[in-house]
């Protein structure tokens, strides 16, 4: 027996699956299809990507006991002399699983947030290990409500949380839509539903972000409400597919739960992001600049501070991290027509911003 036999036994739309999820074509029939994932990867790569229920059905097939899905596809590999590569799989999803989970640690502030997306990580890997042995798991959505201020990390989180599913296998793609209400709602009348069911099938396998979600609760005659029903039904059908992740201000993203009975109990996690303090806010433009190649000298850092707070107590919508990067980008603007005008500077100079240039 060899790996081609184990792949005929798959029905063709496994195997376009497979070579689809490694941006190879899926057409033509299924004896081309298999010649081409077994030119592509080997078999381990190939049965690795199918759910636990196609290598159960394998398994079967081949009169041997399920034993779990990666112990599975090592027995089945074996069974027909193909090499397996477990290890270095494994090795691999941890590296990337360690450098995703470095970046979200590494981000300024943010902690109770962080708290919920690491049980938000846990309980879904966990459940997904029980029904990868065939025990039984609790299926409930993914979907999370993220509420904030403009500039808190939600779409950067969003981003991570996407890549975090796709590493721990918890999605199918792991890719990220972000989408607004203009992207979503039509003209007339079936246009909204058609253009919103496009867009789902499109981030189907991985997660779907809608910034200011609110603003879809619109008038009552609205067509933001048709768009609200498409998403709470694909939310239901296809909640071990994709993630849906919308966000906005508190109290406006309540009332946009509240407008629809089933909307809100569609969402099983909710993460608040709380506004930046100042000494966070300073941080951020520090690790702005190192990451540029600039130094802060200490006096523009007490002068950041006194910015910040003068800022948060003018204004009703604290922009955070926003006003950070802002602050940051018009620093080096007047760094660059101070050093101009100089006659002489030295190579120091160009990386050093100071309270001159705030």
Request: glycine residues 6%; proline residues 1%; contains cysteine.
């Amino acid at each position: 027996m060899s790996p081609l036999d184990v792949l005929e036994n798959l029905h063709k739309s496994d195997l376009q699956f497979i070579l689809r999820a490694n941006a190879i074509t899926g057409t033509g029939n299924k004896y081309e299809l298999t010649r081409r994932v077994l030119e592509s990867m080997d078999l381990t790569q190939a049965l690795s990507l199918l759910t636990y229920t196609d290598i159960k059905g394998l398994c079967s097939f081949f009169d041997m006991k399920y034993v779990g899905k990666q112990a599975s596809i090592a027995e089945l590999c074996a069974l027909c002399g193909a090499p397996t590569n477990n290890i270095q799989i494994a090795n691999v999803e941890h590296d990337e699983i360690s450098t995703i989970q470095n970046e979200l640690d590494n981000i300024v502030g943010l902690t109770g947030a962080k708290r919920k997306i690491k049980e938000l990580i846990a309980f879904n890997t966990i459940q997904k290990k029980r029904k990868d042995l065939g025990l039984e798991s609790v299926s409930i959505g993914r979907h999370i409500v993220f509420t904030g201020n403009p500039g808190t990390g939600k779409t950067t989180v969003a981003r991570i949380i996407g890549r975090l599913f796709k590493a721990y296998g918890l999605v199918s793609q792991g890719g990220f839509r972000e989408v607004s209400r203009s992207d979503l709602v039509g003209k007339y009348i079936g246009h909204s539903e058609k253009i919103t069911s496009k867009i789902l099938e499109e981030a189907k396998g991985g997660v779907l972000f809608i910034d200011e979600a609110y603003a879809l609760a619109g008038e009552d005659d609205d067509f933001g409400k048709i768009v609200i029903e498409t998403l709470m039904v694909a939310m239901e059908n296809h909640r071990d597919d994709i993630v849906i992740i919308v966000a906005g201000y508190k109290d406006e993203m309540e009332h946009f739960l509240n407008i629809n009975p089933g909307l809100k109990s569609r969402f099983n996690f909710f993460i608040e992001f709380d506004d930046y303090n100042n000494e966070e806010l300073v941080n951020i433009v520090k690790l702005m600049a190192e990451r540029n190649d600039y130094k802060i000298d200490n006096e523009l850092e007490m002068a950041l501070l006194d910015n910040f707070s003068n800022c948060r107590n003018s204004t009703d919508k604290f922009a955070n991290g926003r006003l950070a990067r802002n602050l940051f980008e018009s620093m080096l603007l007047k760094q660059a027509i101070r050093l101009s005008e100089m006659e002489h500077y030295d190579d120091a100079m160009l990386q050093v911003l100071t309270s001159v240039d705030q």
